[in-house]
């Protein structure tokens, strides 16, 4: 069977675009785990950042976790699975209540 959801030929230029665009991402979560696991940014400031920022509002709520001080990742897990946060949810997608539940825990 054929596939029906190929996406349109992307130019050279384009491709190159888009790698440079999906590095800069990679780099700016890179920078937002490394500043939580130093208590240089706190989850609040990472949540604020999230309402302007689509790169960090993308970010999966499992990696974060895990990068902050004295979590690691099976207290992550935990923590997710506790306060019913699915595994593959992005700061964008979480709650009211769970970013309360969230900062509560680690105010």
């Avoid at 190929?6 to 780099?27: F, G, I, N, V, Y």
């Amino acid at each position: 069977m054929a596939d029906t959801h190929q996406l349109p030929p992307m130019s050279d230029e384009q491709r190159a675009l888009a790698l440079e665009k999906a590095a800069a991402a990679r780099r700016r979560r890179a920078e937002i785990k490394a500043l939580l696991k130093t208590g240089s940014l706190t989850l609040a400031e990472v949540f604020e950042q999230a309402e302007v920022d689509d790169i960090v509002a993308g970010t999966k709520v499992y990696p974060l976790l895990a990068s902050m001080p004295r979590m690691g990742k099976i207290k992550a897990i935990r923590l997710m699975e506790e306060l019913g946060i699915a595994d593959n949810r992005k700061i964008r997608g979480l709650g009211p209540r769970q970013r309360e539940n969230l900062l509560n825990t680690f105010a």
